[in-house]
């Protein structure tokens, strides 16, 4: 018995945490194995339902065939829960169930829900799955509901209309780029209201949670004297709305005289306003990126490289880890030691954790791209690098590869997905058994090294 408490002390929150998500990958197998998922005469390969549910759960969109064509409307259900399941986290609806059933929430699972949302401390751990909870419903209801009453100018029924409102509304909420149109929002490319409630929902799904609770507050208690935003908001939402217009405004660029030649400004303005926000994690297309220029595709590269914010419904590298790397590169030209901004210092710690996810997504990139050159030898290199970051931003853009990867391309590109979704720091942790907290009980003599 003593034995089996030492042992399973060894086990860390961030293993359990990382298991709990393969356990979530393999009961959405499971769904989508389920009778009366495809379509009459439909055959899909077990491999390709991994794929699909590794795609589903980590919220990405990347699809080894055309779930539209192959999906009854039972199927295209279960891939709207297991969005969900992959969006809300395998954590906060595990709490969701134990609140419901009356369960009392102990310290691990306390630990595992702080993990799970990059949280620093238990308290109210909780009550932030509430709100996350209430608010991601509640966007969702409200974006079908728009969207529902949208569709009915492009549908014959009102079922249809209901059953695209809710699916792309779901689908841009969670920022999981799965569509049942079979051609994105290609089909929208001139409807700018769309594409308009379509952003403002991806938005709302990827700039972070603890913002969108803050921002909740705020606007509840705009009277309340004492009431500050924290510094994680302010970097968060500063550090997405440059990516935002910077992306836009280089996309708009770099396609002015390539793909949107001919088009009108505002149709070009759109276009670039879209695909700047897609590239954050929601992997929706309103134009045919395959036409892109090259430039444009290592651009949106290294967009969907950085991906979401922390405690939100995307993958990548995350831009508050972004932020943190360009203050820090500031700081050092200026020739000081302390990182400061909006009136506060930045823990080194934090630093750290950036660079260290920075070369470890870096590293990841590079070992997958020179496996799949070598595994996917009629994908050119520009192709190979959109699909790995798409996929490890959880992005789900795609320029038209992903049906014809090899039987090892699929499992390096579900790796990319799973590990984006589940965080670089909780995943490596979860290998090296780190998070606990470890100190030296003694130090050598520090000296210094010639750097540069």
Request: hydrophobic share 50%; charged share 15%.
């Amino acid at each position: 018995m003593l034995w089996k408490r030492s042992k399973n002390r060894l086990v860390t929150p961030f293993q359990v945490l990382v298991s709990y998500y393969f356990i979530a990958i393999a009961i959405s197998f499971l769904l989508l194995r389920l009778p009366g998922v495809h379509q009459e005469g439909v055959k899909v390969s077990l491999l390709d339902s991994l794929f699909t549910a590794v795609s589903a759960v980590s919220v990405t969109g990347l699809t080894t065939f055309n779930i539209s064509e192959s999906y009854t409307t039972f199927g295209l259900v279960m891939v709207l829960v297991i969005l969900q399941l992959g969006a809300i986290g395998i954590m906060s609806l595990g709490t969701f169930v134990w609140l419901l059933v009356g369960k009392k929430i102990g310290m691990r699972e306390r630990q595992l829900i702080m993990i799970d949302h990059n949280q620093y401390n238990l308290s109210g751990v909780v009550q932030l799955i509430r709100e996350i909870l209430k608010i991601l419903i509640g966007i969702e209801v409200m974006g079908a509901f728009i969207l529902t009453l949208h569709f009915t100018n492009y549908f014959d029924t009102f079922q249809e209309a209901l059953i695209h409102g809710v699916f792309a509304s779901v689908s841009a909420t969670t920022n999981g780029g799965f569509d049942i149109t079979g051609m994105s929002l290609l089909p929208f490319h001139k409807d700018y209201f769309v594409q308009l409630i379509t952003m403002v929902l991806i938005v709302l799904g990827a700039i972070g949670f603890p913002v969108l609770i803050e921002v909740k507050t705020f606007l509840l208690n705009r009277r309340h004297a004492n009431f500050r935003f924290s510094l994680f908001t302010k970097i968060t939402t500063s550090t997405y709305a440059i990516l935002f217009v910077v992306g836009a405004i280089v996309i708009l660029l770099l396609e002015s005289f390539h793909s949107f030649k001919g088009m009108s400004w505002h149709e070009a303005l759109f276009s670039a306003m879209f695909h700047s926000v897609s590239t954050r994690s929601a992997g929706l297309t309103t134009y045919d990126v395959t036409t892109f220029s090259e430039a444009t595709d290592i651009f949106m590269s290294f967009l969907m490289f950085i991906g979401s914010s922390p405690s939100s419904v995307g993958g990548g590298i995350r831009t508050t880890t972004f932020a943190m790397a360009i203050l820090f590169l500031i700081t050092f030209a200026r020739g000081r030691e302390d990182i400061q901004v909006f009136g506060r210092e930045i823990h080194l710690i934090d630093v750290f954790r950036s660079f260290v996810v920075i070369l470890l997504a870096f590293f990841m990139v590079l070992v997958a791209t020179i496996i799949l050159l070598i595994t996917e030898p009629n994908a050119s290199l520009i192709q190979i690098i959109f699909e790995i970051t798409s996929a490890f931003g959880t992005c789900g853009m795609s320029l038209g590869i992903t049906s014809d990867l090899s039987v090892v391309g699929k499992i390096i590109i579900m790796i990319l997905m799973f590990v984006g979704r589940v965080g670089l720091i909780s995943f490596l942790y979860s290998l090296g058994g780190g998070g606990r907290g470890k100190k030296s009980s003694y130090h050598y003599p520090k000296e210094r090294v010639i750097i540069g």
